[in-house]
């Protein structure tokens, strides 16, 4: 019938259009496919690693840090034993929630990220001043072992697949070698400041402790008892 198109003249006239279709993409596809082979692949953003101290082993710790007023008490009072028993180091509060982490820095910070998204923000309770025997635990603020800060400490080990000694959270106050009797002498002295009638309110530790709302990566040799070399490559939040 005049006017009619058969079936085989729309199979044709389809193919034709496909066809046209096909010739005009062909080039844009070139085009593209050049612009992509042309841009550098994008690379994940590196690890600046220029604060490695060569001759040291490469060791991280996690650390949970106090903030304002508290930080600010508890940096002073580490810096008046540091003065008061020389060559003790100056240091930032924190209390440990996992040390000698013997990985690359870049490996610690995504781990990091995996711990902080399985842990809700966490209180940190001082428990009492007290002193140990080693030089990392010269003279500390124990800390009480409640469910959240035993929970971030036992998810912390499963997550970098360490196996470490019972956790013991604690607030360093003083790195040194000195005596016993030193360690008793300098413990009494920070009780007094903190706690006791010679803290003059302005050294007195008011909080009963702090909320931890994030995890700091630190570099923490350990061959290096003055801390110099240590420092925060990192701060994860916890979210």
């Known amino acids: 019938m005049p006017g ?13 259009l496909f066809r046209i279709l096909a010739a005009s993409l062909i080039p844009l596809c070139i085009l593209v496919g050049r612009y992509l082979v042309a841009q550098p ?14 001759g040291y082993v490469e060791s991280y710790s996690l650390w949970v840090m ?11 009072e580490i ?22 982490i013997k990985i690359p820095g870049q490996d ?22 007290s002193r140990g025997s080693v030089y990392f635990q010269c003279v500390y603020l124990l800390c009480v072992k409640n469910e959240g800060t035993i929970h971030a400490g036992d998810v912390a080990r499963k997550v970098y697949s360490m196996d470490t000694p019972p956790y013991m959270p604690h607030l360093s106050l003083l790195y040194s070698d000195i005596p016993a009797e030193s360690r008793d002498l300098a413990a009494g002295q920070a009780h007094k ?3 006791g009638e010679g803290s003059n309110y302005d050294t007195l530790l008011a909080e ?10 630190w570099y923490t040799p350990i061959e ?16």
Do not use: C
Request: no cysteine; hydrophobic share 40%; glycine share 2%.
């Open 4 to 16: 009619v198109i058969s079936w085989g003249s729309k199979r044709k006239l389809t193919i034709a």
């Open 41 to 54: 692949l994008r690379k994940m953003e590196e690890l600046d690693t220029s604060y490695l101290v060569p």
């Open 66 to 76: 106090p903030k304002g007023k508290t930080a600010e008490i508890l940096r002073k």
């Open 79 to 100: 810096k008046t034993l540091s003065a008061a028993y020389p060559p003790a180091p100056d240091f930032e509060p924190h209390v440990t929630l996992l040390p000698d």
């Open 108 to 129: 610690v910070i995504a781990k990091a990220k995996e711990l902080a998204s399985a842990l809700q923000p966490y209180y940190v309770s001082f428990q009492n001043i």
């Open 193 to 195: 400041r903190l706690y």
């Open 208 to 217: 009963t402790g702090f909320t931890v709302d994030s995890i700091a990566v």
């Open 224 to 239: 290096d008892k003055s801390t110099a070399s240590w420092r925060k490559i990192a701060v994860v939040p916890i979210v």
